[in-house]
């Protein structure tokens, strides 16, 4: 008896075992099924049905590549970064031997297939015209706009690559930057603020709807009063920014400027309007100017790209800037 006690134990050991395993293998089987089910995301096109974790991502825009990278995937394929060859440089390691599949407003179909993504990411307000094509490739998901608050954009963009969770720190991360940011500033967060962006033959004055303006107004800056004449929700740029002549550089006053200049890849043409502009009586005659608060940016960091790591830059600019 005492050998088939043993035997039977051993028997009912074995089984036990078997039957555990196979409801491991069970649970892992349902757990990659959850992982790989499709998800459905609501976008500015419609909807998107994605599976599982995307690997293969093509980004359409300069911020949405930016958020891509933030969350710990390179993209195979982005739109080629307004400046830099062909990247800006903020992101050129990052991006290392991805494909340029165009600019942001003329993308290559052809290239974008070749590349077989997953998902594609891009924008109703730069390639709404070649959505139709781009979701026969692949899911696509398509922010509204590329104006104002980052933040939406990189949700929507997070939750097509399942990276919900990581995208949710990052932007308290962000958030936590931005109120240590403005405790620090203190008093100096009363100044009014000035930004002026340079173009060929042209001047802009930049508002609450751009990229830098939305980052002033989570730190608490005020814009200059004065300037709100020239915006109307109804223009075709509404708030983010007004084309003006020289005669209006003196409603470029404030308590602080700062100015960026656009110079594209290969153009710099921008330069000789900034050089213009800036040496004109009228610029010169601003108080601002007189008492030297006038500071250059980077036109890379502080607009075009306008993602979430240019964000974290501008943010601590601002604090070096008035730390000065």
């Known amino acids: 008896m005492s050998n088939f006690k043993k035997l039977f134990t051993l028997l009912l ?22 992982t790989e089910a499709a998800k459905t995301i609501k ?10 974790t995307p690997k293969r991502v093509v980004v359409l825009t300069n911020e949405g590549t930016e958020a891509v990278l933030a969350l710990g995937i390179k993209p195979v394929g982005a739109a080629k970064s307004y400046e830099g060859d062909p990247w ?29 993504p997953d998902l594609i990411i891009g924008t109703k307000m730069r390639q709404e015209k070649d959505y139709d094509k781009l979701k026969k490739i692949a899911p696509t ?20 690559l399942n990276k919900e969770a990581e ?26 603020v000035s930004v002026v962006r340079f173009m060929t033959d042209k001047s802009r004055i930049y508002y609450t709807d751009s990229f830098s303006g939305v980052i002033f107004e989570q730190l608490g800056f005020p814009r200059v009063p004065e300037q709100e004449k020239f915006f109307k929700d109804n223009d075709k740029l509404g708030k983010l920014a007004v084309d003006l002549g020289k005669e209006a550089i003196p409603d470029m006053n404030g308590d602080v400027l700062f100015y960026f200049t656009f110079m594209p890849t290969g153009d710099d043409s921008a330069l000789t309007t900034e050089k213009e502009w800036t040496a004109d009586p009228l ?20 607009n075009t790209s306008g993602g979430i790591l240019s964000a974290n830059i501008v943010v601590d600019e601002i604090k070096e800037i008035f730390s000065k």
């Open 43 to 52: 976008h500015a096109m419609g909807t998107a049905d994605i599976k599982g």
């Open 88 to 116: 800006y440089d903020h992101i050129k390691e990052q991006m290392g031997d991805a494909v340029v599949i165009g600019t942001e407003s003329e993308i290559s179909i052809e290239k974008i297939a070749s590349l077989k």
């Open 141 to 160: 998901v398509f922010s509204e706009t590329l104006r104002g608050d980052f933040k939406s954009n990189f949700e929507l963009y997070s939750r097509a």
């Open 13 to 34: 050991t074995s089984i036990t075992l078997i039957v555990l395993a196979a409801c491991g293998n069970s649970s892992k089987e349902t757990s990659d099924h959850k």
């Open 167 to 192: 995208g949710k720190q990052l932007l308290k991360n962000y958030d936590d930057k931005v109120a240590t940011t403005k405790k620090a500033l203190g008093d100096q967060t009363k100044q009014q």
């Open 283 to 302: 610029w010169k005659n601003l108080d601002v100017v007189k008492k030297g608060n006038v500071h250059k940016v980077d036109d890379a960091i502080w």
